[in-house]
């Protein structure tokens, strides 16, 4: 009766943790995401928070300071860019609707039959239309959705401050609750980081600082709708085996259609020296350890992530499929269940 009673106290305090933790889920659902991002920022800035804390001593000072730089690294270009690139949507969409579709096909296709021409001019002008209604909308869209993420832009930035202030307390937190042993568990933490720095350094924050040099060069060599090319180029910039290169190549392409054949060429140069070797020198300054992730993994990912999660999955999406093949490796090579054994010492 007594060892009756000691497990039916069991199951009462396990249905009350399970009912808590559902209804703990419920209470964060509408802003995990935004929780994650605030998460994932202070991955991406703990060493600049570590370089500062080394300094001042003061954790509070310390993540006050990075928090402060990167609300400023974000609100002020979307502040100053955001009306600039409306205007030039908008100047996009009318000159789409003016454009001469027939005529630049001939340009292109001098030969080709009328009724060729005709057909793709018809084609192609569903596909701008589409593209150019979907711009807009998602425009239309944001600002009605403004205060919403403004709101979800708070949650983030007092999630980034405290993981960064509290972060050995939350690593211990996380470790306690882990139910790895902690020989294997040292082994696949390590794997994992080098996981996520190989998404978020080397794909998105290097991805990042190429766009951002290509967009420099749209601006330099006075490539029309600069700014949205520049966007265009930091989107591709992240998606692996896409680049800005999408985007400088049709422009260069642009500048000798229009003759000017010097500036042409060297923007060439530009992008071909410079833009496309900086993933090159950055992966070497970033990433002490690069990992065996497919590019392909990478992608799938992100297309994926980005259905599910929205913009936040083009990071969330590689990372849940790259840490599930690797425990899937584990699996395979017979190592899954050493991970979980009840041994929790080092030896």
């Known amino acids: 009766m007594e060892l009756s009673d000691k497990n039916m106290r069991r199951m009462l305090a396990l249905f009350l943790i399970l009912l808590l933790a559902v209804l703990a889920f419920l209470l964060v659902r509408p802003i995990i995401l935004s929780i994650i991002a605030g998460l994932l920022l202070a991955y991406t800035f703990f060493p600049v928070y570590i370089r500062i804390l080394s300094k001042i001593k003061a954790r509070n000072a310390a993540a006050i300071m990075v928090s402060l730089f990167v609300i400023i690294l974000i609100i002020i270009p979307i502040y100053f860019v955001a009306p600039f690139l409306v205007n030039q949507v908008f100047g996009l969409f009318k000159a789409a609707q003016d454009f001469n579709m027939q005529s630049f096909i001939k340009v292109i296709f001098p030969s080709a039959p009328d009724a060729f021409i005709v057909q793709m001019s018809v084609t192609l002008d569903g596909v701008v239309s589409k593209i150019s209604s979907a711009v807009l909308t998602t425009i239309v869209d944001l600002l009605l959705e403004a205060p919403t993420i403004m709101f979800h832009f708070v949650i983030v930035a007092f999630v980034f401050f405290f993981a960064l202030r509290d972060s050995d307390k939350l690593t211990e937190f996380v470790s306690a609750l882990s139910p790895l042993n902690k020989i ?121 992530g980005l259905f599910i999660f929205g913009i936040l999955g083009l990071i969330l999406g590689p990372l849940i499929l790259a840490y599930f093949i690797t425990f899937l490796k584990a699996y395979k090579d017979n190592t899954l269940s050493s991970l979980f054994s009840s041994e929790r010492t080092e030896e």
């Open 184 to 304: 294997q568990e040292k082994k696949i933490v390590q794997q994992f980081k080098d996981i996520t720095n190989s998404i978020v350094y080397g794909q998105v924050i290097i991805g990042l600082v190429q766009g951002v040099a290509a967009g420099i060069g749209f601006y330099i060599f006075g490539i029309p709708n600069a700014l949205i090319l520049s966007v265009l180029a930091l989107i591709f910039s992240i998606i692996p085996i896409l680049g800005p290169f999408f985007v400088w190549i049709p422009a260069t392409v642009y500048l000798f259609a229009q003759g000017n054949t010097a500036v042409a060429t060297v923007f060439l140069l530009y992008n071909l020296l410079i833009v496309s070797n900086i993933d090159n020198v950055l992966r070497l300054y970033l990433l002490s350890k690069k990992t065996d992730l497919s590019q392909v993994i990478i992608l799938i990912g992100m297309i994926g």
